[in-house]
């Protein structure tokens, strides 16, 4: 079965960077969009970054100018870039790949992978 896997976790003080890169262990068709969430304990799971085929990305209002992803299309490979970071981005971060109406599953996430931020 085909499975997004995620890398790149660990424990970093504040300020400190992290980069976090997802891939698919096979080929998945149909892919349009992936993008990065996470979830803190007992918090819903947010939006943290997001990236079209074509190129568009979004993101949160907490991470703009210090977060940035990344895409290369032909792996399936997205990579979310996290400097400055602060307390509050310590998190369980998933990966989340997007497909079209067409497709079943009509999305993948990965297992997810742990983000603390602590002196």
């Known amino acids: 079965q085909v499975q997004l896997v995620e890398s790149g976790g660990g424990s970093v003080q504040p300020g400190g960077s992290l980069r976090l890169s997802c891939s698919s262990s096979g080929t998945i068709s149909g892919i349009y969009a992936m993008g990065w969430y996470r979830q803190a304990p007992g918090k819903q799971r947010e939006l943290v970054a997001r990236i079209t085929l074509s190129g568009t990305k979004t993101y949160a209002d907490s991470v703009r100018g210090r977060f940035t992803i990344s895409r290369d299309n032909a792996k399936n490979t997205v990579v979310l870039q996290m400097n400055s970071l602060k307390f509050e981005d310590t998190a369980v971060y998933y990966c989340?790949?997007?497909?079209?109406?067409?497709?079943?599953?009509?999305?993948?996430w990965g297992q997810g992978t742990q983000v603390t931020v602590s002196s």
């Open positions: 989340k790949a997007d497909r079209g109406v067409l497709f079943s599953p009509r999305d993948y």
